[in-house]
């Protein structure tokens, strides 16, 4: 379901972002900024790239974004810290690559079992989310401003050698999965790690792991999956919308003038919604690709299955809101909102297709 309202909202945005002119005092920025993805990837790579040379394009090369590959300045996991350090002045990043220090940060990457895109940015843009979302970074200690900057369809939920019918099927599979998606799966008896994207195929391939997830169709065809595992199952329960980030260091943002902060805004905001449309028009050709010229099996969850893999959520958002109160505080919000929101999407939109 895609909202008028937040297409709506982004064309202001846009047309606020080609309004901006430069003044002609300013001091010039360059932001050197390592990715977390490739560049070479659809969307979570190569749309970062075209917002930074939107962003030198819309300052008149006030503002310029120099983009790093993945590990080539910092390795991806290291981001959030070289960027609140100062070694780098900024960074995209993924909330999820921060779990393991700030647990509740994977709330601002991809939530199992929703929302999805639309009703997540209205309760980043128009509900508390983006208020917690710095207060969170500002709270751990981290000497960061966080822009949204990107958010993609739902992704699938995992490539397996063969059919997966019952929990039983899981346990003991060796799989790569990310953020709480992956606390999950460890409840359901699957041993988890985790992996940068140019780390997958090669695990795949000596029997590292047994089983992956990554992204959607269009990134897990590039990445090859498929010529190892067949079975690719649907839907994305674990990411209905991923969301990442813009991490600029904080000393360096209050440098810049009001311009420059509105245009980065204004430029991280209309990429949300390039990166979205861009993710929904891609996938379909992939899918009908992958069964007729690869030999993959779209499968698609048991009720049994989703009911697992709900419970299994259910239960880790209690032990997160019992272990940790910033996690609470994120998540009772979010709740809250999504439970207003509930009434508008019971009567607003017409009933999915089946599948």
Not at 29 to 48: D, R, V, W
Not at 83 to 102: L, T
Not at 290 to 316: C, I, P
Request: proline share 5%; glycine share 8%; charged share 20%.
């Amino acid at each position: 379901m895609k909202k008028t309202v937040v297409a709506t909202i982004t064309v202001v945005c846009l047309i606020a972002l080609f309004s901006i002119t430069a003044h002609a005092g300013e001091k010039k920025l360059l932001l050197k900024a390592p990715l977390c993805f490739s560049s070479s990837l659809p969307i979570l790579g190569n749309t970062i790239v075209t917002l930074a040379a939107n962003i030198n394009t819309a300052s008149n090369g006030n503002i310029r974004i120099k983009c790093y590959e993945p590990g080539k300045l910092i390795p991806p996991f290291e981001i959030l810290s070289a960027v609140s350090s100062g070694k780098v002045n900024a960074g995209f990043g993924s909330g999820a690559y921060w779990q393991g220090k700030i647990p509740e940060a994977a709330l601002f990457s991809a939530v199992p079992f929703g929302p999805e895109a639309d009703e997540y940015l209205a309760w980043i843009f128009h509900g508390n989310g983006l208020k917690l979302y710095q207060e969170m970074y500002d709270r751990a200690g981290y000497n960061v401003k966080v822009l949204p900057c990107l958010i993609i369809s739902p992704e699938t939920s995992g490539w397996f050698s063969k059919p997966i019918n019952s929990v039983e099927d899981l346990k003991g599979l060796k799989m790569r999965f990310f953020g709480l998606g992956g606390k999950v799966m460890q409840k359901l008896g699957v041993a988890v790690s985790m992996m940068p994207a140019g780390e997958i195929f090669q695990a795949l391939e000596k029997g590292v792991i047994d089983a992956t997830e990554f992204s959607f169709p269009a990134i897990d065809q590039k990445l090859g999956f498929y010529k190892i595992v067949k079975y690719n199952y649907y839907p994305g329960w674990h990411q209905q919308a991923t969301l990442l980030e813009l991490l600029i260091n904080k000393d360096t943002w209050n440098g810049m003038s009001p311009a420059q902060q509105t245009l980065l805004e204004l430029a991280t905001r209309a990429n949300i919604t390039a990166s979205l449309a861009y993710s929904e028009a891609i996938q379909g050709a992939v899918i009908k690709e992958n069964a007729e010229q690869r030999g993959v099996h779209n499968m698609y969850w048991s009720d049994e299955m989703l009911t697992a893999f709900k419970q299994s959520w259910d239960e880790v958002v209690q032990e997160q809101v019992n272990q940790n109160p910033g996690f609470k505080k994120i998540w009772d919000d979010l709740s809250a909102f999504r439970a207003d929101y509930a009434y508008w999407k019971a009567l607003a939109f017409l009933p999915r297709t089946t599948k």
